[in-house]
DNA sequence: CATGATAGGTTTAGCGCTATACCTAGGTCG
DNA sequence: CGACCTAGGTATAGCGCTAAACCTATCATG
C-alpha cells in the first residue's frame, strides 16, 4: 500500500537508515549527492514518514493533546472564549509542525488515559478545576509535558498560564464603584472550586473592602457559564433584587445573557443596570450596546502556553512553572453610572 | 517506562496474545477465570494500550481528522458556524471511541500528508473548496473514509453531509419577496468557487425570476465570512445603493456585521433595511433585534457525517455517497416590510 | 476407537520507523 | 609506516502491538 522508507531506500539503492537520516534532515554521514537523489524518489514517490511508526521507535509522537472537560452534552462549543483559544493553540503549535488532538473528557481517568494512549509529547488541560490538576500525579502524566491553563493548581509537575484574574476583577470592580455604583453583584459559575473565579471574587471583595463597600452574600451568586444560564439569572436578579445597580460577570456569554434577563423584566442596560463581562471574546463587540469587559490576551496566552511547553520538552529549565498575562479593562457600552433615583426599574 | 502488555503477560503468567485478546475484548479463546485475572491486573497497573503500536500493527488507528483550511492568519475562529460543528463532532465521535486530531491547511498537499502520516481512518474536511476536493485522488487518500462537509465536488471518493442550501436561500428570499421587497442583496464569500455559496446564489436567483424580479449583478456582491468584512460591506452598501431594502447573507456573522455597517450609515434594521443570515448560529440569538436567519440541522449534520463515515469503514455500501438535510427558516427580528416611500435613509 | 470439534491457549512474523553500534576506504600525522 | 581520524555509509535490535497460524488436551460422536 503506502510507500515506506524500505521502498525507497531500494529505489536508491541506499539502506534504510541513510533515507531515514535524510527525511529527518540528519546533516551527518550524507553526501550531498545521495541526499539529492534521495530527496528526489521521495518527492517522486509521495513518500510520508508513518507518524505512529516513528511514534512508537522514537518516543515522540510530535502530538500535543488539548483537554477540555465534557460532562455529558456540554462540550467546548459553549463557551466562546473557549473556542478561541482552540484555534490559536492549533494555529501555534501548526507553526511549529505540532500535531493537536481534541479530547472531551467526561470522566477523570480519560486524562491519564489520553497522555498515556497517544504518547503525547505535551497537553494542554483548559477549563479544569484545580483538583482535577492537582491529582494528577507523576505516573498519570509519564514524561507529558503539561500546561494547565487558566488553573491555579499547587502541582509542582503541571505548567500553568493564566491572566491576572484578580488584577482584572479589581479593574472592573473599580471601574463600576468610579461610576457611583455601590450594589454591585458578582455571578460566575461553581466559584469556591475553581481558582480562576475565586481569585476573580477576591479581586472584587477587595474592591467593594477597599471602598468601604459591605460586601453582601446574596449578591454573590453560582452561574454556570451559557447564555441561558446568564437570562435566567438576570431575571432573577431583576426582580428580588431590585437594589442592584450593576453585574460583574466572569464570562462575556453569560453578561450577554444576563442583560437579555434584565431587559426581559423590564430594566435596561446601561440605563438601570451596569453590566461587565469577562474575556473580551469576540461576541462583545456584536451585542448591542457593545459588552464592556475585561480583555484577556488571548493570543500571548496561546502562545505562552506552547512557549512553557516546548522548553520543558527541550528540557529548559525555567525559574517559573506558571505565567500570569495581564489584562485591560475594555470600556464599551454596558457600564454607566447609576440611576438618580436609588434602583426600581424606570 | 510505561507499562506494556508484555508486563502484564509475565504478570499474569499467560501469553502476551491472550492479555491483548482480552483487553481488545474479543469474547473468543479465553476462560472466564483468566479474563478476571488479567483485567485485574490491567486495572491494578494502569495499564492503557499504546495507540502508535496499534495503529503500526492494525492499520488502523481509531482517529479521524479534521481538516479546516488556515490561510495564513485565519482559521477555524472566525465563523462561529464552523467552530460549533467542531464541537459536534468531537462529541459524535468520542461516543464511538475514536479521537479527533484538528489540522489547519495551509498548503494543498497538507491534506494529504495529514491523511497518511496518521495513518488515519477517517477524515472529515469542513470549508474546502469543491475544486480541492476534486483534487483528490485514490494514491492521495488511500483507504482513508472520507467526508466532505458543505461541499458539492463530483468526487466518487469522498462522502458528502450539506444542507439543502438551494431550499435554504429560496426560503429566506421568499420570505423577503413576501414581505414586499424587491430591491435584495446577495453577500457571501468567493462564490463561483465553491458549491455551497452557488447553490445558494441559484436559489436566490430563482426566487427572484419566480416573481419577476430582474436580477441586478450590482447588488450580487462577494464578501468574505467575517465580521469586519460585513460591516465594511454594510456600509458600502448603504452609501452606494439606498434604493436596497434588503440583503440575504451566507453566514450569521456576515450578517450582523452588514447589520452594523448599514446602522453606521444610519440605516435601521429591520425598519430601512432587512437582514437575513444563515446557519443560525448561537450569536444569532444574543445579537439586538434578534436575526432572522436560515437554520441547519447541526447536530443531525455531526451525526450523518460520523455515520457515513463509520459505514464506510464497516464497508458497508450505500446508495447515495451524499446526504443533504433540511433547513428551515427561524424568524426573528430582522426582517419586516420595507420602508412606505422608496429607499433613501429616514 | 478413530475422528472431529472445541475450548483455551501459544508462536511466529511482522507493521514502519529510529537508536546505536558497527564497518570500510581514503587521507593524516608523528 | 603503523596508528588514527573522518566521511559516508550499513547492520542489528528493538518500540508495543495485532493477525494469523499453530498447538494440545478434552470431550462428544458414529
Known amino acids: 500500500m503506502a510507500v515506506t522508507l524500505k521502498d525507497i531506500a531500494a529505489e536508491a539503492g541506499v539502506s534504510l537508515m541513510t533515507v531515514s537520516n535524510v527525511v529527518n534532515g540528519k546533516q551527518a554521514r550524507v553526501s550531498a549527492a545521495t541526499r539529492e537523489r534521495i530527496l528526489r524518489i521521495v518527492k517522486d514517490r509521495g513518500y510520508v514518514p508513518s507518524a505512529s511508526a516513528r511514534s512508537l521507535a522514537a518516543r515522540s509522537s510530535r502530538l500535543v493533546g488539548l483537554l477540555v472537560p465534557a ?11 473557549t473556542v478561541e483559544v482552540v484555534g490559536m493553540l492549533e494555529r501555534e503549535l501548526r507553526r ?28 494542554v488541560l483548559l477549563g479544569f478545576q484545580d483538583a482535577e490538576i492537582d491529582r494528577l500525579d507523576a505516573g498519570a502524566i509519564g514524561g507529558v509535558a503539561l500546561v494547565a491553563m487558566d488553573s491555579y493548581s499547587a502541582n509542582p509537575l503541571a505548567l500553568e498560564v493564566r491572566s491576572d484574574d484578580f488584577g482584572g476583577a479589581e479593574l472592573a470592580v473599580r471601574h463600576l464603584v468610579a461610576l457611583g455604583h455601590r450594589r454591585i453583584a458578582f455571578a460566575g459559575p461553581g466559584f469556591s472550586a475553581t481558582g480562576v473565579v475565586r481569585k476573580r471574587y477576591e479581586g472584587y471583595r477587595k474592591v467593594l473592602a477597599e471602598n ?20 435566567a439569572y438576570g431575571r432573577r436578579l431583576a426582580r428580588e433584587r431590585p437594589d442592584v445597580t450593576a453585574v ?27 453590566v461587565i463581562g469577562y474575556d473580551n471574546a469576540d461576541i ?5 450596546p457593545k ?15 506552547v512557549r512553557l511547553m516546548m522548553d520543558r520538552l527541550a528540557g529548559k529549565e525555567r525559574p517559573e512553572r506558571a505565567t500570569a498575562l495581564g489584562v485591560r479593562l475594555v470600556e464599551r457600552g454596558t457600564a454607566a453610572p447609576p440611576p438618580r433615583r436609588g434602583g426600581s426599574g424606570r
Chains 1, 2 share one sequence.
Open 284 to 288: 462583545a463587540a456584536y451585542v448591542t
Open 71 to 81: 460532562e455529558g452534552e456540554a462540550s467546548l462549543t459553549i463557551d466562546p472564549h
Open 96 to 123: 511549529l509542525d505540532y500535531h493537536l488532538m481534541l479530547r472531551g473528557i467526561a470522566r477523570r481517568k480519560e486524562i491519564t488515559e489520553a497522555l498515556k494512549s497517544w504518547n503525547l509529547d505535551g497537553a
Open 212 to 231: 468601604g463597600i459591605e460586601v453582601d452574600d446574596a449578591l454573590v451568586t453560582t452561574v454556570e457559564i451559557g447564555h441561558d444560564e446568564g437570562l
Open 248 to 274: 460583574f460577570t466572569t464570562a462575556d456569554i453569560l453578561a450577554i445573557g444576563v442583560i437579555e434577563g434584565l431587559a426581559a423584566e423590564g430594566r435596561s442596560v446601561p440605563g438601570d443596570v451596569s
Open 291 to 305: 459588552l464592556t469587559t475585561v480583555a484577556q490576551d488571548l493570543p500571548g496566552k496561546a502562545a505562552e502556553a
